[in-house]
C-alpha cells in the first residue's frame, strides 16, 4: 500500500454507529463494490442511492450480516463493502440487482460498477480493535494463482508482531477470491494522524517489495472514509 491516496482534499465524513468488523464472527463472504463517478455531487447521490437500497432489499437478504458504504478521498469513489454468511448467499439477488438500481438512478455519470470479493483470512487485530474506523483501504491486488494469494495473506499476518501494538491501528482482514487470484487487504486506522504515522513507519516499507514480488498487475488502492453502517437485525 501507498501513501498516494491520502493527499486527496475531500472531506472526510464519519458514522458514530460505525464499528470494525471482527475476524470469525460468522462472516464467510465479503464483496467489494466499487462506483467511480464524475464527482463529488454525483458520490454524494451514490452514496444516497446505496443508503436506500440497503435499507429497502439488501439487509433483508438471506445470509446479509453487514453493510459498509465509504468514500474515497478523491471525491469520485465509493465502495460498498458488504459482510456475507456465505458465498452463495453474495451471489444470490446482491449484484444484479443494485447494478440496475445503481444504474438506473445515476445513469452515465457513474462508471462501473465493478465488484469483487473473497473468503476472509485470519489477519491482524491493533490496539484500536474497538474504536469505529476514521479511514480504512481497500486494496486490491492481483496475483498468478491461490498460492500467492495466501502467501501474501502470510505476509500480512507475519507483519503483526508490529501492527498488533501501532497506536490507531484497528485491524486488517485479507479477503481471497475464488478463484485465487484476486487478494483484497482491508485494513482500519482510527484516524488520518493513525494512517500517516504508520505510513511514516519504515516496517511498513520494509514489507512492500515482498508484496510487489507476487503481483502481477498495479494493485487498485482505495483510501476511503465511512458514511454508513448497517448490521443485520438480531
Same mark, same amino acid.
Not at 1 to 17: F, H, K, Q, W
Not at 85 to 113: C, Q
Given at each position: 500500500?501507498?501513501?498516494?491516496?491520502?493527499?486527496?482534499?475531500?472531506?472526510?465524513? =464519519?458514522?458514530?454507529? !460505525?464499528?470494525?468488523?471482527?475476524? %470469525?464472527?460468522?462472516?464467510?463472504? +465479503?464483496?467489494?463494490?466499487? &462506483? +467511480?463517478?464524475?464527482?463529488?455531487? =454525483?458520490?454524494?447521490?451514490?452514496?444516497?442511492?446505496?443508503?436506500? !437500497?440497503?435499507?429497502?432489499? @439488501?439487509?433483508?437478504?438471506?445470509?446479509? &450480516?453487514?453493510?459498509? @458504504?465509504? &468514500?474515497?478521498?478523491?471525491?469520485?469513489?465509493?465502495?460498498?463493502?458488504?459482510?456475507?454468511?456465505?458465498? !452463495?448467499?453474495? +451471489?444470490?439477488?446482491?449484484?444484479? %440487482? @443494485?447494478?440496475?438500481? &445503481?444504474?438506473?438512478? /445515476?445513469?452515465?455519470?457513474?462508471?462501473?460498477?465493478? /465488484?469483487?470479493?473473497?473468503?476472509?483470512?485470519?489477519?491482524?487485530? %491493533?490496539?484500536?480493535?474497538?474504536s469505529p474506523p476514521g479511514l480504512v483501504c481497500v486494496a486490491t491486488r492481483y496475483v498468478a494463482d491461490r498460492g500467492a494469494a495466501e502467501a501474501m495473506a502470510d505476509l500480512l499476518r507475519r507483519s503483526g508482531d508490529w501492527k498488533k501494538d501501532f497506536p490507531g491501528f484497528i485491524a486488517a482482514t485479507p479477503y481471497i477470491s475464488?478463484?485465487? +487470484?484476486?487478494?483484497? #487487504?482491508?485494513?482500519?486506522?482510527?484516524?488520518?494522524?493513525?494512517?500517516?504515522?504508520?505510513?511514516?513507519?519504515?516496517? #511498513?516499507?520494509?514489507?512492500?517489495?515482498? @508484496?510487489?514480488?507476487?503481483?502481477?498487475?498495479?494493485?487498485?488502492?482505495?483510501?476511503?472514509? /465511512?458514511?454508513?453502517? =448497517?448490521?443485520?437485525?438480531?
Amino acid at each position: 500500500m501507498t501513501s498516494a491516496e491520502a493527499t486527496a482534499s475531500a472531506e472526510p465524513m =464519519t458514522s458514530a454507529e !460505525a464499528m470494525p468488523s471482527p475476524d %470469525g464472527t460468522g462472516e464467510g463472504f +465479503r464483496t467489494f463494490l466499487t &462506483l +467511480r463517478t464524475d464527482g463529488p455531487p =454525483t458520490s454524494r447521490q451514490a452514496v444516497t442511492a446505496l443508503e436506500e !437500497a440497503v435499507d429497502g432489499w @439488501i439487509r433483508r437478504l438471506d445470509g446479509f &450480516l453487514s453493510s459498509r @458504504i465509504h &468514500l474515497g478521498l478523491d471525491g469520485a469513489t465509493v465502495v460498498h463493502s458488504v459482510a456475507w454468511r456465505d458465498e !452463495a448467499s453474495a +451471489r444470490d439477488s446482491y449484484p444484479a %440487482g @443494485i447494478g440496475e438500481a &445503481l444504474l438506473n438512478r /445515476l445513469g452515465p455519470a457513474v462508471t462501473g460498477p465493478d /465488484l469483487v470479493g473473497g473468503v476472509p483470512s485470519p489477519g491482524v487485530r %491493533g490496539p484500536a480493535a474497538d474504536s469505529p474506523p476514521g479511514l480504512v483501504c481497500v486494496a486490491t491486488r492481483y496475483v498468478a494463482d491461490r498460492g500467492a494469494a495466501e502467501a501474501m495473506a502470510d505476509l500480512l499476518r507475519r507483519s503483526g508482531d508490529w501492527k498488533k501494538d501501532f497506536p490507531g491501528f484497528i485491524a486488517a482482514t485479507p479477503y481471497i477470491s475464488p478463484d485465487g +487470484r484476486t487478494y483484497v #487487504n482491508y485494513p482500519q486506522w482510527a484516524d488520518r494522524d493513525a494512517f500517516e504515522a504508520y505510513m511514516a513507519d519504515p516496517r #511498513n516499507a520494509a514489507g512492500q517489495q515482498d @508484496i510487489g514480488d507476487l503481483e502481477v498487475a498495479p494493485p487498485d488502492l482505495l483510501l476511503c472514509t /465511512l458514511v454508513a453502517e =448497517t448490521l443485520a437485525a438480531g
